[in-house]
């Protein structure tokens, strides 16, 4: 009898937990004159600010401002973010999805690869090689269904996902995973790059763009030196400071606004093995101004000044690696066999080098992004352009602008809604005990 009694108390005081361990999503388009607001409130657990942010990211989403706290056991983010245009979120899906994923952000993503292999390739940059691989993997017989390369520091990392064209299956074959290895890692060496080129068949990848930014850091990128060295005037300014007082360490990042910026900060961060703690962002069409204070996952500040500058050139390299570089392309064609060998072909014939791609393939159609540059890294001459999109086909291969948000932040500021993130940054700084006082007045 009193089992049967305990057995209800037991149920509600499960489900208690859940609503309390089950982030609350507020989305605010009232609030603010040039964004849209999405507040997050839940309890503290590692992983959960990249999380969110991940999800916000994937969903194309501009993060313009925002600022995090987590002391104690609650955590509050309140992110300012656009569409592509820098408009605010109308689309009732686009609201749905954020709401829907961002209230269930503590249970685990992972992108399924069912119906394909995935390759992982990085090796030693230079002009040609994304057409050598290409070119291997036509004559083996792979569809190349999705890819993803990036370049850096005179490195290049790639995930192919692919499929057999024949049987229109994943490849399964032992014999054939070995010689597709074996033959892109001879590409990958070329003449000098023996011991450090690799591929390698990757049977669980959570995230794409979290994969090639741990493929580079095990590559260690951030440290080597360059085959080709560029101009670095747009190089970030990175510093690592300790709050002894206070037990964090101050994190402070000021560089160009893009993309994605904030993932891959926080994404470094996480992966380093550090906690955000707090955080505030902030745009302008001057730039980014991110500051963090981090503690590792033990709960100590960062120790000695070589991890100070460990953790510097990991974060350039990080804001850095999917930075555009050279003339965005896109190519928007019927899929073929052996189309992205000849495409990639028609670049290394003109000594264009591709310093990122990103591949896909939706109802039978390509639509690739190439951005290039000259075999130096600098901006290509525009009759070289028109010469391989004469070859390509005028109507398929097309030099996109990005979009107007990328290229020039929106001028209209909401006063107000920056004034409060201005003033939460200043106050973090002189008293963290009372910013979850603000940030409980301000949501």
């Given at each position: 009898?009193?089992?049967?009694?305990?057995?209800?108390?037991?149920?509600?005081?499960?489900?208690l937990l859940?609503?309390?361990?089950?982030?609350?999503?507020?989305?605010?388009?009232?609030?603010?004159?040039?964004?849209?607001?999405?507040?997050?409130?839940?309890?503290?657990?590692?992983?959960?600010?990249?999380?969110?942010?991940?999800?916000?990211?994937?969903?194309?989403?501009?993060?313009?401002?925002?600022?995090?706290?987590?002391?104690?056991?609650?955590?509050?983010?309140?992110?300012?973010?656009?569409?592509l245009?820098?408009?605010?979120?109308?689309?009732?899906?686009?609201?749905?999805?954020?709401?829907?994923?961002?209230?269930?952000?503590?249970?685990?993503?992972?992108?399924?690869?069912?119906?394909?292999?995935?390759?992982?390739?990085?090796?030693?940059?230079?002009?040609?090689?994304?057409?050598?691989?290409?070119?291997?993997?036509?004559?083996?017989?792979?569809d190349?269904?999705e890819?993803?390369?990036?370049?850096?520091?005179?490195?290049?990392?790639?995930l192919?996902?692919?499929?057999?064209?024949?049987?229109?299956?994943?490849?399964?074959d032992?014999?054939?995973?070995?010689?597709?290895?074996?033959?892109?890692?001879?590409?990958?060496?070329?003449?000098?790059?023996?011991?450090?080129?690799?591929?390698?068949?990757?049977?669980?990848?959570?995230?794409?763009?979290?994969?090639?930014?741990?493929?580079?850091?095990?590559?260690?990128?951030?440290?080597?030196?360059?085959?080709?060295?560029?101009?670095?005037?747009?190089?970030?300014?990175?510093?690592?400071?300790?709050?002894?007082?206070?037990?964090?360490s101050?994190?402070?990042?000021?560089?160009k606004d893009?993309?994605?910026?904030?993932?891959?900060?926080?994404?470094?961060?996480?992966?380093?093995?550090?906690?955000?703690?707090?955080?505030?962002i902030?745009?302008?069409?001057?730039?980014?101004?991110?500051?963090?204070?981090?503690?590792?996952?033990?709960?100590?500040?960062?120790?000695?000044?070589?991890?100070?500058?460990?953790?510097?050139?990991?974060?350039?390299?990080?804001?850095e690696?999917?930075?555009?570089?050279?003339?965005?392309?896109?190519?928007?064609?019927d899929?073929?066999?052996?189309?992205?060998?000849?495409?990639?072909?028609?670049?290394?014939?003109?000594?264009?080098n591709?310093?990122?791609?990103?591949?896909?393939?939706?109802?039978?159609?390509?639509?690739?992004?190439?951005?290039?540059?000259?075999?130096?890294?600098?901006?290509?001459?525009?009759?070289?352009?028109?010469?391989?999109?004469?070859?390509?086909?005028?109507?398929?291969?097309?030099?996109?602008?990005?979009?107007?948000?990328?290229?020039?932040?929106?001028?209209?500021?909401?006063?107000?809604g920056?004034?409060?993130?201005?003033?939460?940054?200043?106050?973090?700084?002189?008293?963290?005990?009372?910013?979850?006082?603000?940030?409980?007045?301000?949501?």
């Amino acid at each position: 009898m009193m089992q049967m009694e305990m057995r209800p108390c037991l149920d509600e005081f499960e489900k208690l937990l859940v609503r309390m361990n089950t982030p609350r999503v507020i989305i605010d388009n009232a609030g603010c004159v040039n964004a849209t607001l999405v507040m997050i409130d839940s309890a503290r657990k590692d992983g959960i600010l990249l999380e969110a942010v991940q999800v916000l990211t994937d969903l194309n989403l501009l993060i313009k401002k925002g600022y995090v706290s987590s002391d104690g056991r609650w955590n509050m983010d309140v992110f300012h973010v656009t569409n592509l245009d820098g408009n605010k979120l109308t689309d009732d899906s686009i609201i749905n999805c954020i709401q829907q994923s961002l209230g269930t952000i503590h249970h685990t993503r992972s992108k399924s690869i069912d119906g394909m292999t995935a390759i992982e390739l990085t090796g030693t940059d230079r002009v040609g090689l994304l057409s050598e691989v290409f070119a291997v993997l036509s004559d083996l017989k792979c569809d190349v269904v999705e890819a993803k390369v990036w370049t850096y520091n005179g490195r290049i990392a790639s995930l192919i996902y692919l499929k057999d064209c024949e049987s229109g299956c994943p490849i399964n074959d032992s014999k054939k995973l070995e010689s597709i290895e074996s033959r892109l890692r001879n590409v990958l060496k070329g003449d000098n790059d023996i011991r450090s080129a690799k591929t390698s068949v990757s049977m669980a990848v959570t995230h794409t763009e979290r994969r090639l930014h741990q493929m580079m850091f095990a590559d260690r990128d951030y440290e080597r030196t360059p085959i080709i060295k560029t101009s670095d005037e747009c190089s970030p300014a990175v510093s690592v400071q300790n709050c002894l007082e206070k037990g964090y360490s101050v994190v402070n990042i000021q560089c160009k606004d893009r993309p994605k910026l904030l993932f891959d900060v926080v994404f470094t961060l996480t992966d380093m093995q550090y906690t955000v703690f707090h955080a505030t962002i902030d745009t302008t069409d001057n730039g980014a101004y991110l500051e963090f204070f981090v503690r590792h996952t033990d709960g100590t500040p960062i120790g000695s000044e070589a991890e100070q500058q460990r953790v510097t050139l990991c974060l350039k390299a990080a804001i850095e690696r999917r930075a555009s570089k050279g003339v965005r392309l896109e190519l928007c064609k019927d899929d073929k066999p052996g189309l992205l060998a000849e495409v990639t072909r028609a670049f290394r014939e003109n000594a264009l080098n591709v310093t990122r791609a990103e591949i896909s393939t939706t109802m039978g159609k390509a639509k690739n992004i190439f951005y290039v540059t000259d075999a130096c890294k600098n901006h290509v001459d525009s009759k070289i352009i028109e010469s391989v999109r004469q070859r390509i086909g005028l109507d398929y291969l097309r030099v996109k602008e990005l979009p107007l948000a990328f290229r020039n932040h929106v001028k209209a500021e909401n006063v107000e809604g920056g004034a409060v993130l201005l003033a939460l940054g200043s106050m973090l700084r002189r008293n963290l005990s009372n910013l979850g006082g603000l940030i409980k007045s301000y949501s």
